[in-house]
């Protein structure tokens, strides 16, 4: 029998529709999927099969994406909407079906269409297929901590609003911690999430920023921590008292009860990169609570500075991968380089319509001036499937169409319209299959000044460097990481900042790279990719399975 087939087959059933709850002193309705929030976990072994029927009870369109997971040649299961399918219309129903290879740790699901992802999402969790271990002693308990964000309002409604007047929209409400606020917001004392551990254990906990628009500084008061996995992708472990995410990334800690007796907060709070913008500036916090304590007054940590960007690039330019044998391939050579500058810009305002943004514009965003625009009337892979014209084109500049200060600190550019005002259209990037990608990403900051996290569908990339200012193809080259660089599915661009990634396309179909600050994705932050079919019958995309909801 074949040798390489392995793992089981795990089948879920989603079904999303309405649901009333109790947070912050009122009761809302939310879409939410088995009636929970966050939704259901899933736990699978590397190499199994998951299937999950997703049935649309709710009043509005829906996909849902598997966010980080590779899907080699499933791309009909990706999910973001108009990309690899139509939505899935009330009352209608998908089923996702996929195998999970090559990639062990934590991952998630959430809807990929407007808003509602804002609660409707859970955690994806890939233990070792059996008789494989974790590169970390085992933990005595796997913990999945869920960040997300939460608005008094309906979602939908506070997009769609932002949207009508160009104006970015009402900040949240509150971050929560599994679904809850916790102790610091009115209301929210019973149900803060609580986690009791046993003095000398070692705990996995495995943190995901499900956030809709914030990134976030998470701690343990008086804990240290040992990140050991981001993105699900093995780092060697690193010490630190601070996590830092973004919306779309993860990252596992270890965390050993080894404190003295008593109650410790988790917390966390936005990092806004910069001063100027309106951010929520509200805390959300969990308990550790240590078995046999009295103790009734948790500790509070202190977080960093909302602003603390020195912090931020600290934690995340010390992660490296655990493994140490590069990809040669990826490593050596480099088939396509492309330099792609991220951030806000401006577009006309729609007719009779008072626009919120400045000189009376819209906001928009986007990569290299071209703000992508979803397709409406077929989706993008299934326009790559069949052959069809006119869906998007092949043209996506791999240059920044204009040259200038990038950090913005050349004040001429404060009265050049045109480096703000960006193109709407549908541009791809076709590659070749299994060829090697460079992309140097450069955070504009002209606008709006903060981080991108930028996410890539299908694959993930090696991070080779990261830094500030503008990006120098001679002086930064030198600072490319060859030999452990970490691998992850969401870069946060750093603000006024750059950073150089490579990967491998190897999976043909249609893949979405765009910001997760969900904000900047209807203003058109986010590019794709069209991954020709390989050679041979293994190498190219399958047909759609029937269900696939169509346009
Ligand atoms: Cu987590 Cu395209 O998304």
Known sequence: ???????????????????????????????????????????????????????????YNLTIHWHGVFQMLSGWADGPVYVTQCPILPGNSYTYKFTITGQEGTLWWHAHVSWIRATVYGALIIRPRSGRSYPFPKPYREIPIVLGEWWNANVVDVEDEALASGAPPNVSDAFTINGRPGDLYPCSRIGTYKLTVIPGKTYLLRIINAALNTQLFFKIANHHLTVVSADASYTQPYKTDVVVVAPGQTTDVLLTADRPLGDYYMAARAYASAAGGQFDNTTTTGIVHYEGSTSSVPLMP??????????????????????????????????????????????????????????????????????????????????????????????????????????????????????????????????????????????????????????????????????????????????????????????????????????????????????????????????????????????????????????
């Open 302 to 551: 202190v977080l960093p500075a909302f602003n603390d960007t020195p912090t931020a690039h600290r934690f995340y330019s010390n992660l490296t991968s655990l493994k140490t044998t590069l990809n040669a391939h990826v490593a050596d050579h480099v088939d396509e380089r492309m330099f792609i500058t991220v951030g806000l810009g401006l577009s006309a305002c729609d007719r009779n319509a008072t626009c919120g943004g400045p000189n009376g514009l819209k906001f928009a965003a986007s990569m290299n001036n071209q703000s992508f625009q979803l397709p409406s009337t077929l989706s993008m892979l299934q326009a790559f499937f069949s052959g069809v014209k006119g869906i998007y084109t092949e043209d996506f500049p791999d240059n920044p169409p204009v040259v200038f200060d990038y950090t913005n600190t050349n004040p001429n550019n404060s009265f050049n319209p045109s480096l703000y005002m960006t193109e709407k259209n549908t541009r791809v990037k076709k590659l070749r299959y299994n060829s090697t990608v460079e992309i140097v990403f450069q955070n504009t900051a002209l606008i709006g000044v903060e981080n991108h996290p930028i996410h890539l569908h299908g694959f993930n990339f090696l991070v080779l460097a990261q830094g500030f200012g503008n990006y120098n193809p001679v002086r930064d080259r030198k600072k490319f990481n060859f030999v452990n660089p970490q691998e992850r599915n969401t870069i946060a661009v750093a603000v006024g900042g750059w950073a150089v990634v490579r990967f491998k396309a190897n999976n043909p179909g249609v893949w979405i790279m765009h910001c997760h600050l969900d904000v900047h994705l209807p203003w058109g932050l986010a590019g794709a990719f069209v991954v020709e079919n390989g050679p041979t019958p293994s190498s190219r995309l399958p047909p759609p399975p029937p269900d696939l909801p169509r346009c």
């Open 1 to 59: 029998f074949a040798s390489e087939v392995y793992g089981e087959v795990v089948e879920h059933t989603f079904h999303v529709g309405n649901l009333t709850i109790q947070r912050l002193c009122r009761s809302q309705m939310i879409t939410a999927v088995n009636g929970s929030l966050p939704g259901p976990t899933i736990r699978v072994r590397e190499g199994d099969t998951l299937i999950v029927h997703v049935l649309n009870k709710s009043p």
